[in-house]
């Protein structure tokens, strides 16, 4: 069976949640997990910037073949929305750059595949996670960009028919 790398985003500029994993038969073998948080005191556009560095940095280290990120939900805050959607537009620049196949999953499909339900909150996710993941994490609570990542992981492990390499 061959075995596949994916790392899964949870965009934000504040902070940038991600897993990488190797998968195998829909099973998952962590290769690392965090949270990726930029200087509050910097613009938008340098902010942006350290992004793309350290996601750049991340993907050489991983070597994915595939990137899955959250889709985009709009708040009442358009201007977070925006700002949102532009780091997605980085990630995904910097997920074709490296050649890798892009999968997009909305938060409910993602709390459906982690939790067994749409509308799961995150303790209900958190759980779920450590439960599929095992002994892999830490017993240390675990920030929301970096759970929403490793739950991005579990949703694609699970939904995605696993092609043979020839």
Same mark, same amino acid.
């Given at each position: 069976? +061959?075995?596949?790398?994916?790392?899964?985003?949870?965009?934000?500029? @504040?902070?940038?949640?991600?897993?990488?994993? $190797?998968?195998?038969?829909?099973? =998952?073998?962590?290769?690392?997990?965090?949270?990726?948080?930029?200087?509050?005191?910097? %613009?938008? !556009?340098?902010?942006?910037?350290?992004l793309v560095m350290a996601v750049e940095q991340l993907m050489t280290k991983l070597a994915p073949e595939m990137v899955v990120l959250e889709t985009l939900i709009f708040s009442k805050n358009q201007t977070t929305a925006l700002a949102v959607a532009e780091v997605r537009g980085?990630?995904?620049?910097?997920?074709?750059?490296?050649?890798?196949?892009?999968? $997009?999953? !909305?938060?409910? %499909?993602?709390?459906?595949?982690?939790?067994?339900?749409?509308?799961?909150?995150?303790?209900?996710?958190?759980?779920?996670?450590?439960?599929?993941?095992?002994?892999? =994490?830490?017993? +240390?609570?675990?920030? &929301? @960009?970096?759970? &929403?990542?490793?739950?991005?992981?579990?949703?694609?492990?699970? %939904?995605?028919?696993?092609?043979?390499?020839?």
């Open positions: 069976m +061959a075995k596949h790398r994916i790392v899964a985003f949870d965009p934000g500029y @504040d902070r940038l949640g991600w897993a990488g994993a $190797e998968v195998e038969g829909g099973q =998952l073998k962590l290769l690392g997990w965090g949270c990726i948080t930029t200087q509050k005191q910097l %613009s938008f !556009n340098e902010r942006l910037g350290e980085a990630l995904k620049t910097c997920a074709t750059q490296q050649g890798c196949l892009i999968y $997009e999953y !909305n938060p409910g %499909s993602v709390k459906l595949a982690a939790a067994g339900h749409g509308k799961a909150t995150k303790t209900q996710v958190e759980k779920m996670v450590r439960l599929q993941l095992g002994k892999q =994490l830490p017993p +240390a609570k675990l920030l &929301d @960009d970096t759970l &929403d990542a490793l739950a991005l992981l579990i949703t694609h492990a699970a %939904s995605v028919r696993w092609p043979k390499r020839v």
